[in-house]
Nanobody, 115 residues
Framework: QVQLVESGGGLVQPGGSLRLSCAAS????????MGWYRQAPGKQREWVAA???????RYADSVKGRFTISRDNAKNTVYLQMNSLKPEDTAVYYC?????????WGQGTQVTVSA
């Protein structure tokens, strides 16, 4: 059974930081590159960052240098450390497999960057 549970979002001022977490079922986590996606109001969902099972990472240009993705294979958890947040980072953040996400999506976690 597919399970994805995101947490850690909140309201933060521009320039602030947040750390998101995503607990995934083992069947998803162990054999997939995992990543974070986000969807802002009125926009399509977009890919943000990815990490392979071996720890290699890649990022969308819009977050490169500000966000850091990591994973704990023992805990089936993927993290997203977000620094220097901007208002345009406001969105609901989701985790899923990369590059082919599962049909099932978790509830996401809301990140709002506002003064």
């Amino acid at each position: 059974q597919v399970q994805l549970v995101e947490s850690g979002g909140g309201l933060v001022q521009p320039g602030g930081s947040l750390r998101l977490s995503c607990a995934a079922s083992g069947s998803i986590f162990s054999r997939n590159t995992m990543g974070w996606y986000r969807q802002a109001p009125g926009k399509q969902r977009e890919w943000v960052a990815a990490v392979t099972s071996g720890g290699r990472t890649r990022y969308a240009d819009s977050v490169k240098g500000r966000f850091t993705i990591s994973r704990d294979n023992a805990k089936n958890t993927v993290y997203l450390q977000m620094n220097s947040l901007k208002p345009e980072d406001t969105a609901v953040y989701y985790c899923n497999a990369v590059p082919d996400p599962y049909t099932y999506w978790g509830q996401g976690t809301q990140v709002t960057v506002s003064a």
